[in-house]
């Protein structure tokens, strides 16, 4: 409810002397005289609130209350009322308002003029009140006075400042302690409370401020005692980045080459002092030209970064799976670089994966396999063999063929060249499996196909060439 101070309009009234005014404590209404005491008040420390009663014993109904000042430029002031604005009839039970005493200088004496009724007669009561010198406040033993900030400074965001506020009293009569409040989240009272204590003079009551940051950045808030405000201000820092030993990564093998696995480590120099998280990331430059990148190179849950952990007092990472991590070498050759990055700590490391002869995953041989009309030279005893391999190189050219019998002889015509060359090349530059390949081939029988037994298969690429184990039919 806003205060309503000076307000007053002019009705015709005739029964005025029959307007009443009243303080009220404990639902019990006396009747005022001239003048109302408020008492002695600390200056800036307290304040004292008196609640007032305006009654009507006439016979007009309703009769309205018209007339309501409050002399401005005082420490008395209305807070409440119960009546939104003028005029307003006076019920029965009256009508309430609370004035405040709060003074914030000390003086012997403070009074104000109160007028209540209508114009043409009006109650006129003089409010009277003292104020006194209340605590002399000193924080981190640095005079404050109320309505000055206390600033706490700077600390380290999830720490904690405590300054000591003291509450001196200096004057001859004993003090009390106001109610304690807190506005601000960073900040808190720590021990107990002297809220409500009587301080006698010559004493003096501490209040332990606590700012606690939980983030980075400047905090505000506000400690009230009674009706003593004081600012309160401090800065959250960042905690400074943890400080880690030196890592390097530890392979496993040492050397690796196309088409296998592999496995890393991440060791440190020391025991670390803190704990963290870090990276290693995984890139490959292919040595093949008119290659760009080969899938296959990733680590084992197919990415090319996995984040690793460090604890306290520990000189070896871990992943989520343990303390090393697998990692593919794909089938193309070239240079894998992992790079290892641990809060302020990086290093880096290579592993080069070296052009090598096609490699052959499997070799399966069939005897009278089916094919398609349109098949050169396909018929009803073709042979077919099926191999799966990579080339690291892309190069893969001549192929030589070679088909032996049951007594071990080497079927005429004997080794059957063929140059693969082209169609390696066309099948390389339309595919996105890096050197991986998959080669049927079909061959017409002259005769029984049961007499072929086994097969030989020799694959050359820029390298050198590759055998196969006899594959049997």
Excluded: H
Aim: negative net charge; hydrophobic residues 45%; proline residues 6%.
């Amino acid at each position: 409810m806003r205060p309503l101070i000076g307000l007053f309009l002019l009705l015709p009234a005739c029964a005025s002397a029959q307007v009443t005014l009243s303080t009220v404590q404990g639902g019990v209404a006396t009747p005022v005289s001239s003048a109302v005491s408020f008492g002695s008040v600390a200056a800036g420390w307290d304040a004292v609130d008196i609640v007032f009663n305006i009654g009507y014993a006439g016979s007009v109904s309703p009769y309205y209350l018209t007339y309501f000042n409050l002399q401005q430029g005082t420490p008395f002031s209305v807070i409440a009322v119960t009546w939104p604005g003028l005029p307003v009839a006076i019920p029965t039970g009256g009508l309430n308002f609370t004035v405040r005493f709060q003074p914030s200088q000390v003086a012997e004496s403070y009074s104000a003029v109160l007028t209540v009724g209508d114009a043409a007669s009006p109650i006129t009561v003089v409010l009277l009140g003292q104020a006194t010198s209340g605590f002399a406040a000193q924080a981190a033993n640095q005079p404050v006075a109320a309505g000055s900030p206390i600033v706490f400074g700077s600390v380290q965001a999830g720490g904690t400042k405590t300054i000591l506020l003291t509450l001196a009293n200096q004057t001859g009569e004993s003090l009390t302690v106001g109610a304690i409040g807190f506005q601000g989240t960073a900040f808190s009272l720590a021990g107990a409370s002297p809220a409500g204590a009587a301080i006698p003079s010559g004493a003096s009551a501490e209040i332990q401020l606590v700012f606690s940051p939980v983030s980075a950045g400047i905090q505000q808030g506000t400690l009230t005692i009674g009706v003593a405000a004081f600012p309160l201000q401090g800065t959250g820092t960042a905690p400074p980045p943890p400080v880690y030993p030196a890592v390097s990564l530890q392979f496993t093998p040492t050397v690796i080459a196309s088409a296998e696995q592999g496995s890393l480590a991440v060791n440190l120099s020391s025991a670390s002092a803190s704990s963290g998280a870090g990276t290693v990331t995984l890139a490959f430059q292919p040595a093949v030209t008119g290659v760009a990148d080969d899938p296959a190179v990733t680590f084992a849950d197919g990415t090319r970064s996995v984040a690793f952990t460090v604890a306290g007092g520990a000189s070896q990472g871990q992943f989520t799976g343990g303390p090393d991590v697998a990692f593919g070498a794909g089938t193309t050759a070239g240079v894998l670089t992992f790079t290892v990055t641990l809060g302020n700590q990086s290093a880096q490391s290579t592993l080069t994966i070296p052009a090598a002869t096609i490699g052959i995953d499997a070799a399966v041989a069939a005897r009278d396999v089916s094919c398609a009309p349109s098949v050169v030279y396909c018929t009803t005893t073709n042979i077919q063999l099926q191999i799966n391999g990579w080339d690291n190189t892309r190069s893969a050219s001549q192929l030589v063929f070679t088909f032996y019998n049951s007594t071990g002889g080497v079927i005429a015509p004997g080794n059957i060249t063929v140059a693969a060359g082209s169609a390696f090349q066309q099948y390389f530059a339309a595919s996105d499996m890096a050197g991986v390949f998959g080669l049927s081939v079909f061959f017409p029988v002259t005769g029984s196909s049961d007499d072929v037994v086994a097969a030989v298969v020799q694959m050359a690429n820029s390298v050198g060439v590759a055998q196969t184990a006899q594959i049997a039919f």
